[in-house]
């Protein structure tokens, strides 16, 4: 991770976001770019583009002095606007570097929705061919200690544990495989435990700390939200969609309400960011 992109309208929650920016910035040495999004028309009857722009620069030289000094040597903090739409503009500027995050609040167009994604951060989600942090209104980042792993057979779920180690690594976190044996058959479940089996031995090729949490009765989403609250400074991982979800849907069910509900940031990556080409069968076999 070098750099890291930051949507940013200056509500509380785009703060928030700013604040992993800084969290994150500050474990791997990497430059923020906080990018705000004028529409093409004004959003503010009483303000011009231009008179809006010279508004913004002048909020973005006052945050700028307020953090500059939160920011590692050599790290640095660049305060761009553009003019369109907010989701195409931040995906332009993620492409236009190497080891890209974004990371975004999760909050709707009017800041309030707290159990629903803003069209913003689902059509982010949906076009970013990077990881993307995201963290919900109230949430307040701290450092990694414990890397939440949900687990079942159509979630992309093994195609995670490169990036797992590589965060466990960087934050000497202890990962944790959660899963549940809830809604599979007998079929299912062997194909599970064949997963289940495979995360652990890659985690232990790596000499990584897990632990392994089974559920029986609850469903996966509400089991991981369960299990945030019960360990210190959680992330979550997870995919953006499975293999089987249409494309007509932006991401995946189980996606959309583990960002939408989970009580720690969430780390959303798309399908096989990293491919695994080592000891890993991608088969289950």
């Known amino acids: 991770m070098k750099h890291i992109i930051v949507p940013y309208d200056f509500s509380e929650e785009a703060y928030n976001g700013l ?10 040495t990497a430059d ?9 028309q004004p959003d503010f009857a009483h303000l ?5 722009r010279e508004l913004v620069e002048k909020e973005f030289n006052t945050l700028h002095a307020k953090i500059a000094s939160a920011l590692p040597h050599p790290a640095t903090i660049e305060c761009t606007i553009e003019r369109g739409k907010i989701y195409q503009e931040i995906i332009t500027k993620a492409k236009s570097y190497q080891e890209t995050v974004i990371v975004t609040s999760t909050h709707g167009a009017s800041g309030f929705e707290e159990f629903f994604l803003g ?8 076009a970013s061919e990077t990881p993307v942090y995201t963290i919900r209104h109230g949430i307040h980042p701290t450092a990694i200690k414990n890397l939440i792993f949900p687990l079942d057979t159509s979630f992309e779920s093994r195609q995670k544990a490169p990036t797992a180690v590589q965060v466990a690594k960087q934050w000497n976190a202890t990962i944790h495989l959660v899963t549940t044996s809830n809604g599979y058959d007998e079929g299912e479940l062997r194909k599970l435990n064949v997963y289940l089996a495979q ?10 700390n897990y632990t392994t949490f089974r559920g029986e ?5 509400a089991l991981t939200n369960q299990y945030v609250q019960r360990i210190e400074d959680p992330l979550v991982l997870i995919t953006m969609r499975d293999k089987s979800t249409p494309h007509i849907f932006m991401i995946g069910e189980k996606s959309q309400r583990l960002i ?6 969430v780390l959303v990556l798309p ?12 088969s289950g076999n």
Do not use: G, M, W
């Open 32 to 40: 923020i770019h906080i990018v705000y999004v004028q529409r093409r």
């Open 48 to 52: 011009s583009l231009e008179a809006e």
């Open 119 to 126: 069209s913003n951060t689902l059509k982010i989600l949906a």
């Open 217 to 221: 009765k609850e469903e996966l989403v």
């Open 260 to 265: 939408s509900t989970s009580t720690a940031p």
């Open 19 to 28: 604040s992993l920016a800084l969290l994150l910035a500050n474990q791997y």
């Open 199 to 208: 995360c652990e031995d890659y985690f232990r090729e790596h000499n990584l």
């Open 271 to 282: 399908p096989t960011v990293i491919p695994i080409t080592d000891s890993f069968r991608t």
